[in-house]
């Protein structure tokens, strides 16, 4: 079935680094991948997304590229704030039905 | 973006009570709902898919007396823990979409609580 692989967490960056977090995915079809964000105590608010193969998802600084040769979805940022400090989880929906990854945990220091 | 919001936000029973989470699609109509549950650092496992007006699909090893599900309306899903217990605690998040060039797109509640004594 399908499935959404990560990079195991916590990550943690000081303010201004730069910022890779590795996903992969296996998936029958064309999914749309996503990138989501869960701030402490808080639900899940999308952060990107792309729906076709070579599209890049962006957004406050974050960006990612559907590579379909790769089946990766990276997230990356060229300088993190301490804001940035959150869980982020990678997803895909194909067939109606969301999977997720284990999410990686991020923590940025002042 | 549409915005889905859920009641209450957190909630602390006691053993054997039972209790009811709602999740509304304020700007939009949805035609699927879908519950996740959340273990603490952990990723969201999906329970079950509520369609409007039909009963809900549940994922395997997820309890349908235990956790019943109501799609009444094109806004409304509800989640009843019936009888719940201790290890019934865990953050509850719900998500709707509906049909168009959202990309498949869900938008998510911001989450329930529940603490069960």
């Known amino acids: 079935g399908d499935s959404v692989t990560q990079m195991e967490g916590p990550v943690t960056l000081s303010e201004e680094a730069f910022l890779t977090i590795n996903c992969t995915y296996t998936a029958t079809g064309y999914p749309s991948l996503f990138w989501y964000v869960q701030y402490p105590g808080e639900g899940l608010q999308l952060l990107l997304k792309a729906t076709k193969a070579d599209d890049k998802g962006s957004n406050k600084g974050f960006e990612a590229t559907y590579r379909k040769e790769t089946t990766s979805f990276h997230l990356e940022k060229g300088s993190v704030q301490v804001s940035d400090s959150a869980v982020y989880f990678c997803?895909?929906?194909?067939?109606?039905?969301?999977?997720f990854g284990a999410g990686t945990r991020l923590f940025v220091k002042a | 973006g549409a915005v889905v919001s859920q009641h209450p936000s957190r909630v602390i029973c006691k053993s054997g009570t039972s209790v009811k989470i709602e999740c509304r699609s304020l700007d939009f109509q949805a035609t699927t709902m879908f519950w996740y549950r959340q273990f603490p650092k952990q990723s969201l496992m999906l329970m079950a898919t509520s369609n409007e007006g039909s009963k809900a699909t549940y994922e395997q090893g997820v309890e349908k007396d235990k956790f019943l599900i109501n799609h009444a309306s094109l806004t409304l899903s509800t989640l009843t823990v019936t009888s719940a217990h201790p290890e019934d605690s865990s953050f509850y998040i719900c998500?709707?979409?509906?049909?168009?060039?959202?990309?498949?797109?869900?938008?998510f509640g911001p989450g329930t609580r529940l603490t069960v004594l």
């Open positions: 998500s709707a979409s509906t049909p168009g060039d959202s990309g498949d797109e869900q938008f």
């Open positions: 997803a895909l929906t194909g067939g109606f039905k969301t999977i």
